[in-house]
């Protein structure tokens, strides 16, 4: 079955982190880039951070300098480290494929309080 399973969110004070985890059944994430979205209220979903296809990370401008991503791939799980979180780091966070999208799991909610 193909399925995304993101978790690690939650509230947390303006300046401080959370490491969200997706765990990817291995049809999705097997000799895939992955990626991390994020939709926030009101908002359109947008990329914050992806791996391409030479390995490489790509951060949204917004999320440069703070955020990290990173995968185990003994795991099939891909990470996101935040930092230095923000109010408008607030949203549903969701991960997929870089390039290539499939059904979306259900999110983790981040609310960064100011």
């Known amino acids: 079955q193909v399925q995304l399973v993101e978790s690690g969110g939650g509230l947390v004070q303006a300046g401080g982190s959370l490491r969200l985890s997706c765990a990817a059944s291995?049809?999705?994430?097997?000799?895939?880039?992955m990626g991390w979205y994020r939709q926030a209220p009101g908002k359109q979903r947008e990329l914050v951070a992806r791996?391409?296809?030479?390995?490489?990370?790509n951060y949204s401008d917004s999320v440069k300098g703070r955020f990290t991503i990173s995968r185990d791939n003994a795991k099939n799980t891909v990470y996101l480290q935040m930092n230095s979180l923000k109010s408008e780091d607030t949203g549903v966070y969701y991960c997929?494929?870089?390039?290539?999208?499939?059904?979306w799991g259900q999110g983790t909610q981040v609310t960064v309080s100011s």
């Open positions: 997929n494929r870089a390039y290539a999208l499939v059904a």
């Open positions: 291995g049809s999705i994430f097997s000799g895939q880039p």
């Open positions: 791996f391409t296809w030479s390995g490489s990370p």
